[in-house]
């Protein structure tokens, strides 16, 4: 059943870039297409997953896993580190744009705000469904349907109407995904070696947040083109 939320939650993430991205003139004009975001989108998938489950394994280290097929057979040995699966897709994103020159801050964007869709309601309705109503899971998934309503009814709205600029939506979203995953780990008292990768993760996408949005006030900042 968890296997089929991701699914879901995939064609949500795709539904919500697709709605934001068909009709934006910034990215067109330098002659981005639809198609190449959904090239980047697919292959990034690759990445999510690989790094993903990587970073799960490392987590969860078991010799079964030196086997390439048990690796990828996460139908039959479930695991994935969503954490993990960030850092993986956000690192080739940034590549990407990079190496084709697209409009990363823009594109980076949009994909953030897909992402904030997807786990929020991928968060919810996995509280439903599993009835995981302890406080952890409860306050985690209440956190991300925060994020996600601060999205939706306060900061895409202002980042249509020219009022945002390019790369915050991905700053706010680094540091509100990796604070709400740190109040998780400190209500599930998970801060211990086994959680060490988590942790350093974390950490890591909360700083390229912190840089996104430093950019905004702080010209001295390398810009992403």
Not at 18 to 26: A, E, L, N, Q, T
Not at 60 to 81: R, W
Not at 172 to 196: A, D, R, T, W
Request: glycine share 6%; hydrophobic share 55%.
């Amino acid at each position: 059943m968890e296997i089929v939320l991701i699914i879901i939650s995939i064609f949500i993430f795709l539904f919500v870039l697709h709605y934001y991205v068909r009709d934006d003139f910034v990215i067109f004009r330098k002659n981005v297409s639809l198609e190449d975001v959904f090239n980047m989108a697919f292959i990034s998938f690759i990445f999510v997953f690989l790094s993903s489950r990587f970073f799960y394994v490392l987590e969860n280290p078991n010799p079964i896993y030196l086997n390439p097929i048990v690796f990828l057979a996460v139908f039959y040995h479930k695991g994935l580190s969503l954490t993990g699966g960030i850092i993986g897709g956000g690192l080739f994103l940034v590549w990407y744009v990079r190496k084709n020159k697209f409009p990363g801050k823009r594109l980076l964007d949009f994909f953030s705000v897909a992402a904030v869709w997807a786990i929020g309601i991928y968060s919810v309705v996995y509280l439903v469904v599993f009835r995981k109503f302890t406080p952890q899971f409860l306050i985690e998934g209440v956190l991300f349907a925060i994020l996600l309503a601060i999205f939706s009814l306060l900061l895409v709205p202002k980042y249509l109407g020219a009022k945002i600029k390019d790369g915050l939506l991905t700053g706010i979203f680094c540091v509100g995904y990796s604070l709400i995953k740190f109040v998780n780990l400190l209500m599930l008292k998970q801060f211990s070696p086994e959680k060490l990768s988590e942790t350093t993760l974390l950490i890591i996408i909360f700083f390229s947040g912190l840089i996104f949005i430093l950019k905004e006030f702080s010209p001295k900042i390398k810009d992403l083109k």
